[in-house]
């Protein structure tokens, strides 16, 4: 919506919805499971479900991450959507010397090294590498919306969802 306006958003939204394979079921794993079996040919999915499942010891996740590639969309305009995380401290706080010693701690390089490699998520700190196994992924153009732009078409997005059927 941000990017494109309500009406061009709806109309891929409608797209997607008609390219539906099948009705979304279970998590990404499950995406990506439906199409290394080729029930489906293509998913949406976070990367680090992709990562978890080549960083597996089994054999059979093995292959599904295998039987699949990845795309990043959106390289050649905008990029491709992050999702993030954030944190931050109420002004209430009784303890808020401490909420920021946290939150410092938790955008340390040592903090982010082990989300990095735990989650197999792509770090926030620059500085930080992502794992191996998501930096076998690929590089790619990140999206550079300011994020408070979601928040601002949140609402708009939803409904433009909603009248296209998605599930």
């Known amino acids: 919506v941000a990017h494109l ?3 061009a958003a709806e ?10 394979a099948r009705t979304p079921q279970s998590n990404d794993t499950g995406q990506i ?3 290394a079996s080729g029930e489906c040919q293509i998913a949406v999915v976070n990367t680090y ?11 059979a996740d093995l292959a599904v991450a295998a039987a699949v590639g990845i795309v990043f969309p959106g390289q050649q305009g905008n990029g491709t959507h992050v999702n993030i995380s954030g944190a931050g401290v109420v002004s209430t706080s009784p303890n ?20 990095a490699d735990g989650n197999n998520e792509y770090p926030a700190v620059p500085s930080v590498g992502a794992s191996s ?7 790619f153009k990140e999206d550079g919306l300011n994020a ?3 928040g601002v078409h949140q609402a708009t997005a939803i409904m433009v969802f909603d009248r296209a059927g998605w599930q």
Do not use: M
Request: proline fraction near 2%; glycine fraction near 6%; charged fraction near 25%.
């Open 5 to 7: 306006g309500e009406a």
């Open 11 to 20: 109309l891929w939204a409608e797209g997607v919805v008609r390219n539906f």
């Open 33 to 35: 499971r439906a199409v």
């Open 49 to 59: 479900y992709l990562a978890r499942l080549a960083a597996s010891d089994d054999p």
């Open 96 to 115: 808020r010397d401490n909420a920021i010693r946290f939150l410092e701690y938790l955008t340390s390089d040592r903090a982010q090294s082990l989300f």
């Open 133 to 139: 196994n998501v930096a076998a992924l690929g590089e």
């Open 148 to 150: 408070a732009e979601l």
